[in-house]
């Protein structure tokens, strides 16, 4: 059976007039007449079967089931509009991703021509971890760090690395690095978060009296890039540096890698999950992972 639904035109009228408490305010905000407002709403209680204002003399209030049903009626209208507005303008406004800058020069920017509305992305980068309080951060959506549950956001992990050492070739050539443990002659780029060149040393049979000194960076980014420059070698997460190890710029050192761990994920608020772009640059997201061999840590959204 079809649904039956009253006159959108009485709904809007009432809505509007109990808001206002007033059939004239009503009136001026949906450019009709008071006595136009005033009829459209006794239609919608002709419809309903039941009065929903009490009108005594110049005045009026909502009766008890008045009340129950305007503020039903005004957050779905405001539901609507904002469904509508996100498909109407879907086509022109920008879409802002939250991001590190490590992760937006060595993922995001170098594939962001396979986003079929890439020329409308406009990244806010972040100092440290990026927030995800979507009332302040100027953002659509965040690429963030692991996959810790946010209240009132969808948290999704799209990628999970292992990590390897990494050197440039330059240093590499000059220091003549053939078996792990020629790394404890080397200067070693430390990072604050999730340090595990413990970890990797013992992985690969080697067991130091004590790690060689080097800088401690605040993310495994600022480490990398000190890499690259050839100041050191860097643990660095695979799926991070895949694109500089190709253009040549670091080179991989050892086949021993560390346990895989979950380093990025998007997120986005639960209230905005049926946002048109918001659904469109996660399932970009999760493509170009499964484009990069990557396994599938989530299912596709629901269509």
Request: with cysteine; hydrophobic share 45%; aromatic share 8%.
């Amino acid at each position: 059976m079809g649904r039956k639904f009253p006159p959108f035109a009485a709904v809007r009228a009432f809505e509007a007039a109990a808001r206002h408490l007033s059939f004239k305010a009503a009136a001026e905000e949906l450019c009709l007449t008071p006595s136009a407002v005033s009829h459209q709403i006794k239609a919608l209680e002709a419809f309903l079967d039941t009065a929903l204002f009490e009108r005594t003399g110049g005045r009026i209030s909502l009766t008890l089931t008045g009340r129950g049903y305007a503020g039903k009626m005004t957050g779905l209208l405001d539901a609507f509009e904002d469904s509508t507005r996100s498909v109407k303008e879907a086509g022109a406004r920008p879409f802002r991703v939250l991001c590190t800058p490590g992760f937006a020069a060595r993922w995001l920017v170098p594939r962001l021509d396979r986003l079929g509305f890439g020329d409308r992305v406009r990244l806010r980068l972040s100092v440290g971890a990026p927030s995800t309080d979507f009332a302040a951060n100027d953002s659509d959506l965040v690429i963030q760090w692991a996959d810790d549950p946010v209240p009132g956001v969808v948290t999704e992990p799209f990628m999970t690395s292992a990590r390897y050492p990494v050197i440039s070739p330059a240093l590499r050539e000059r220091e003549d690095v053939r078996v792990p443990s020629d790394l404890l002659r080397l200067r070693l780029m430390h990072d604050e978060v999730l340090d595990a060149w413990d970890e990797w040393f013992d992985a690969a049979g080697v067991a130091p009296r004590a790690l060689p000194r080097g800088p401690v960076f605040p993310n495994c980014e600022l480490a990398t890039t000190a890499a690259e420059q050839g100041q050191g070698v860097a643990l660095a997460y695979d799926m991070m540096v895949r694109g500089t190890l190709e253009a040549g710029r670091l080179e991989r050192l050892f086949d021993t890698v560390t346990l895989p761990v979950t380093i990025y994920s998007v997120a986005y608020p639960e209230a905005r999950a049926d946002d048109p772009m918001i659904r469109s640059f996660r399932d970009w997201v999760f493509a170009e992972m499964e484009r990069d061999g990557a396994p599938l840590l989530a299912r596709p959204a629901a269509e």
